[in-house]
């Protein structure tokens, strides 16, 4: 079963120099009880597919073609401003990468936690006591009274996972995670990744997780979808993006990590060049300026190739080994 099918999502937004074309034919699946990582440089257009995605894009921007498709038929994109809030919360939830950005500082977080569950038709003792259980679930000490304190006496990782806990408070279908591990340190780090793979496996639901950190989408996701200049540019398992990767951006991204330096160095490796206007999208690939693998065919729109095994890659020369192809 599939719990999230994007298909040829398109999304422009609206400027003074003219239509900025910021999500160009996006197609993914996000499969029952899987976690799946989206991953890509600043600008990727990773944001703007979570707005999409909940029906919170800004005035200016629109859906310019593609269907966004939940737990089946249901196209959120043609759904109205009421019918997409009675989803979101039940059946999508979302954590930000800013837990204050969450949590009220003025209620307790216990007041928090059982507002949130006005749906839920429970009486206000069992809202209380779904609320200590979801604190117990994300390993935060002595529950009970945690509830009656507020959020400015938890820790930045503690304050997350509480806002973890709200997000999966109904149990949703899906669980999007918006680069919640950025502002933690990395012993928290960790402890989080754990957390979530433990509560996906109890509740059963899937996650869209979003992050710049490769360590953490190797660790934590079960596939993995590269974007760049808002387009999907390859996706496959974890393992085959990692291990064979098929796209020059994905290659060069994955040069690019620190945790792959194996010495000292004053300058970490980047990506030349930059990302093209996308207000005026090159007729060709995407990333041609920038690739290190460039040749005459990428002049043309290039095909989405299928590699094997649900990994596929939006270039020319996928299916090419690259020591074939000159530099």
């Not at 597919?49 to 909940?54: S, Y």
């Not at 094997?308 to 074939?324: F, I, S, T």
């Amino acid at each position: 079963m599939t719990v999230l099918s994007i298909s040829n999502l398109n999304v422009v937004f609206s400027t003074e120099d003219g239509p900025l074309h910021a999500l160009k034919d996006v197609s993914f699946d996000v499969p029952a009880n899987r976690i799946v990582g989206i991953v890509g440089e600043s600008g990727c257009g990773k944001s703007t597919l979570i707005n999409a995605i909940l029906g919170l894009l800004a005035d200016n921007g629109h859906i310019d073609g593609g269907a966004i498709r939940f737990e089946g038929d249901t196209d959120l994109t043609t759904l109205g401003p009421d019918a997409m809030r009675d989803l979101r919360g039940p059946r999508i939830a979302t954590v930000f990468q800013d837990p204050m950005g969450a949590l009220n500082p003025v209620l307790s977080v216990g007041a928090q936690m059982v507002n949130i569950q006005y749906r839920s038709g429970r009486s206000k003792a069992e809202k209380r006591a779904r609320a200590v259980e979801m604190l117990e679930q994300v390993r935060i000490p002595d529950a009970a009274a945690a509830i009656k304190r507020y959020p400015h006496e938890f820790s930045g990782g503690m304050k997350q996972r509480i806002a973890i806990a709200m997000a999966l408070m109904m149990e949703p279908a899906l669980l999007i995670a918006d680069e919640p591990t950025t502002a933690l340190d990395a012993t928290l780090e960790v402890a989080t990744i754990e957390m979530l793979k433990d509560l996906q496996q109890k509740i059963g639901c899937s996650i869209l997780f979003i992050s710049h950190h490769l360590g953490v989408i190797a660790e934590l996701c079960d596939d993995v979808v590269v974007m760049y200049a808002g387009e999907v540019v390859e996706r496959g398992t974890t393992r085959a993006i990692f291990n064979d990767p098929r796209h020059p951006y994905t290659a060069r991204l994955l040069e690019c990590d620190p945790a792959r330096q194996t010495e000292r160095t004053r300058n970490l490796p980047t990506i030349p060049g930059e990302i093209p206007d996308l207000r005026a999208r090159p007729p060709g690939c995407i990333f041609a300026n920038r690739c290190h693998r460039r040749e005459d065919v990428c002049a043309r729109p290039p095909p989405d190739i299928q590699i094997g095994g649900g990994h596929a890659a939006r270039c020319h020369l996928a299916d090419m080994p690259e020591m074939e192809v000159a530099p």
